[in-house]
Structures are given as structure tokens and as C-alpha cells.
């Protein structure tokens, strides 16, 4: 049985009747920069997530750096972030001239640690990034007395920090809500910040005539705003079979490896367990057909392009562990129960549990 990694066509393919008609419908208006789709999608985003306002803009690390752009975070600043992370966390913060400060994980959770973060703040240290991985929301970071800026790239439905400044997602395609194409959005409750934010997304102006801002171009396309208007009507559904899914696994597995373990709010954008022997069951399920990831390896402390920062291999050795040890199996809403089992038993038979 092939079986990918993560199939984003089951979920969008009951919905392509609706597509196809916001597809015309932007069409019709002829507005495909900003216009009535984006703003619907801001306020409905908004709505959905709890917060006083929210900005669209081109993707994930875009908003980031509008996040850090307008804070005003810049060289001679340091921001704190995990060092098990996508590349673009503190490709983000270096994009800014300032500096990525890595801090160790948990090893139970693959979250900040919030001990190691206090041991790290200096007196240049200007925001906390921490990431919701995998669809885990990060502990609370507010009591630091410093600004949060969350990663919730992998986590849309997932909840937030009420001490954040701003939370940024990407709607890129295999994400929880996702475009059919790029996309991103800070969520901010302060409306100055949300202002700035709005102005530096297009070139640091309001209207197109006054420039106060040397700012980017960094904007949501109609189409794709009006494909996530849909999409968001079924973000919470999606995450409640990616729940249930995640739950079959825990149960299916039963111990063969270390599995995620469930709390309020998780979302599973991915089901990573933990082994020793994680390049051993890769191979079989690559031999089976079945899609798989590992991730962070290296880790971002070992990354070519960040070598400037000074970091060696053994600086962060629980996140060192986890990003040789982390298998992601296939997981979707929809992916169903027989594809589980398979993927399961595969496992089993690389471990010498169940006969071929």
C-alpha cells in the first residue's frame, strides 16, 4: 500500500466545488491585491483565533521579520529561539541584523525550555520566539517581563499565549490551515503594532503615496485569501481527525516507540515519535512505500550558514538526541484507519514484532 506523508489533495478535494466558485468570483471583481477577499479573510481570521485584529501578508517568515521590523528589533539585539526549529525561525531574526540566541528543548515536549531561556537572557535580549511544535502549543514565556513573538507556523487552532505580542502561521500547503499556494498572518491585539505591521507589508505606506517606513512587499494574494476563507470553516473539524488519528497511532504502536504525548490544545500538524532505531524503521517504511519525515537534522546550531554564531555539536545535546531519534509518520485529516494500521505494522515487522 502507498501511503504519502501527508496528502493535502483528501483534504481539499470535497471542497474543490467551492474553490472553484471563489476562483470565479475573484475573478469577477478583478481584484486580486488586497480588496474584499483579504479583508474577509483578516476579520475572519481574527474571529477565529481570538484576537483584535490580524494581518495577512506573503508567508510564514514574512511575518517574522514584519513582527521584529516593527518592534524594531534590529542589530546589537538578541532574541531568544529554539534550536530545533525550521531554519526560517531564526532565519527571521538574522534577517534583522539581530542575533538568534538558542536555547535548549524538552525532551518529553520538543518545546522551549523555559529554564535554559532564563539562563540565556542578557541584557540584550529583546523578545522570546517560541515555536508550537509540530502543533504543540510552547509554555507560556510571559513571565520573563520581556516581548513574545510566537512561531505558530505549525499550529493554527492550536491556542495561544495570551502574554504574546504577536502570533505568525504560514498557510503554506501541508500546514493544519493551509493555502493552495504561499501565505502568512500575524495575530496582534495591539492596534498600533497591527498598523505598523500593515504599512511595512507594503512598503512602509498607507496609501501608496506617503512612505513612512522602508518596508517590503509582502502581500496576500485575493485568490488564495478566498481559498482560505473556506478552509477556515473547516480548520477545527481538521484538527479534531488529526486528534483522533494521533490517538489511533498511540494506541496502534503501544509502545514500540516513544509516542507524543497528548495534551489540550496539541493539533499534531505532525505525529513524531522518538527512537533509537530511527533510521532502521525509516528504511523499512521508504522500502514499503510509505512517506515519512525526520526533521532538524542538523539542528540550526549546526547549520553552515549560522556557524558566525559560535555554537558546536554537543552545545544542546537533548536537542542533538531528538533530531536523530524524531520519525514523523503519515498523518492528515482523513488519512484513515486501514493506512494507519499499515504504517503501524510495517514498524512492527522492522522490529521483529510481527512476521513478514
Not at 489533495?9 to 474584499?36: C, N, S
Not at 483578516?42 to 494581518?55: I, P
Request: glycine content about 8%; charged content about 25%.
Amino acid at each position: 500500500m502507498t501511503i504519502p506523508h501527508v496528502d493535502v489533495k483528501a483534504q481539499y478535494a470535497p471542497l474543490i466545488p467551492e474553490l472553484q466558485e471563489a476562483f470565479a468570483r475573484t475573478l469577477e471583481t478583478g481584484r486580486f491585491i488586497f480588496g474584499p477577499e483579504v479583508e474577509a479573510f483578516e476579520r475572519e481570521a481574527a474571529a477565529h483565533l481570538g484576537t483584535q485584529d490580524s494581518v495577512s501578508c506573503a508567508n510564514g517568515t514574512d511575518a517574522l521579520v514584519l513582527v521584529m521590523d516593527a518592534m524594531e528589533i534590529g542589530p546589537g539585539d538578541e532574541v531568544i529561539c529554539p534550536t530545533f526549529t525550521f531554519y526560517a525561525t531564526a532565519e527571521s531574526i538574522a534577517r534583522r541584523g539581530a542575533t538568534p540566541v538558542f536555547a535548549e528543548i524538552d525532551p518529553v515536549t520538543l518545546n522551549l525550555d523555559p529554564a535554559d531561556v532564563e539562563r540565556r537572557i542578557t541584557d540584550r535580549t529583546k523578545a522570546i520566539m517560541p515555536v508550537h511544535l509540530f502543533g504543540r502549543p510552547a509554555p507560556d514565556f510571559g513571565g520573563f517581563g520581556l516581548p513574545v513573538i510566537e512561531d505558530a507556523a505549525q499550529a493554527f487552532g492550536a491556542g495561544g499565549i495570551a502574554t504574546s505580542v504577536a502570533s505568525t502561521f504560514s498557510f503554506f500547503p501541508t500546514k493544519n490551515l493551509f493555502a493552495l499556494g504561499d501565505g502568512g498572518l500575524i495575530a496582534v491585539n495591539d492596534p498600533e503594532l497591527a498598523q505598523r505591521i500593515r504599512m511595512l507589508r507594503f512598503h512602509g505606506s498607507a496609501a501608496k503615496k506617503e512612505f513612512l517606513y522602508v518596508g517590503y512587499n509582502s502581500r496576500l494574494d485575493a485568490m488564495q485569501a478566498s481559498f482560505l476563507r473556506i478552509f477556515l470553516r473547516h480548520v477545527d473539524d481538521w484538527n479534531q481527525q488529526r486528534r483522533e488519528a494521533a490517538a489511533r497511532y498511540t494506541e496502534l504502536l503501544d509502545g514500540l516507540v516513544e509516542t507524543p504525548v497528548d495534551e489540550a490544545g496539541h493539533v499534531y500538524h505532525m505525529y513524531c515519535v522518538r527512537s533509537p532505531e530511527r533510521d532502521r524503521l525509516a528504511a523499512a517504511l521508504k522500502e514499503a512505500d510509505i512517506g515519512f519525515a525526520v526533521y532538524y537534522q542538523p539542528p540550526l546550531h549546526l547549520q553552515p550558514a549560522l556557524r558566525y554564531l559560535g555554537y558546536s555539536e554537543g552545545d544542546f545535546p537533548e536537542t542533538e538526541k531528538a533530531s536523530r531519534e524524531n520519525l514523523c509518520l503519515p498523518l492528515w485529516a482523513g488519512i484513515t484507519e486501514e493506512q494507519q494500521a499499515e504504517v503501524v505494522s510495517v514498524l512492527k515487522r522492522a522490529s521483529g514484532l510481527v512476521r513478514s
